[in-house]
Nanobody
Framework: QVQLVESGGDLVQTGGFLNLSCVVSGKYIIYSINAMGWYRQTPGKQRELVATVTSAGVTDYADDVKGRFTISRDNAKNMAYLQMHSLKPEDTANYYC??????????????????WGRGTQVTVSA
């Protein structure tokens, strides 16, 4: 089992900022996380990519957050972060963390793992 727990969501005004965090934990010896990402979803809509970061630090962003959001990660701590500036009402959503990689166990077994958190709500008031 792998658990991802997001935190940092809040209610802010337009133009404000928030910092989201995601911590990964679970039963494994090593979790080699190739990529971590932040996604968001609003009721009635599909979950959409916000930003991703690889273990090498290569980042990718959705067009509407470029220049406003910054994704980063701490490989040693298995954590990911999302700094959000100049927030807009359309950024309002539940933000989810995702971790994709390979878990290794003491018996030598290895499993591809694609894990998600339960989300943290970001609300931007007009």
């Amino acid at each position: 089992q792998v658990q991802l727990v997001e935190s940092g969501g809040d209610l802010v005004q337009t133009g404000g900022f928030l910092n989201l965090s995601c911590v990964v934990s679970g039963k494994y010896i090593i979790y080699s996380i190739n990529a971590m990402g932040w996604y968001r979803q609003t009721p009635g809509k599909q979950r959409e990519l916000v930003a991703t970061v690889t273990s090498a630090g290569v980042t990718d962003y959705a067009d509407d957050v470029k220049g406003r959001f910054t994704i980063s990660r701490d490989n040693a701590k298995n954590m990911a972060y999302l700094q959000m500036h100049s927030l807009k009402p359309e950024d309002t959503a539940n933000y989810y963390c995702r971790a994709m990689g390979i878990r290794e166990f003491s018996d030598g077994s290895r499993y591809h793992t694609d894990a998600w958190g339960r989300g943290t709500q970001v609300t931007v008031s007009a």
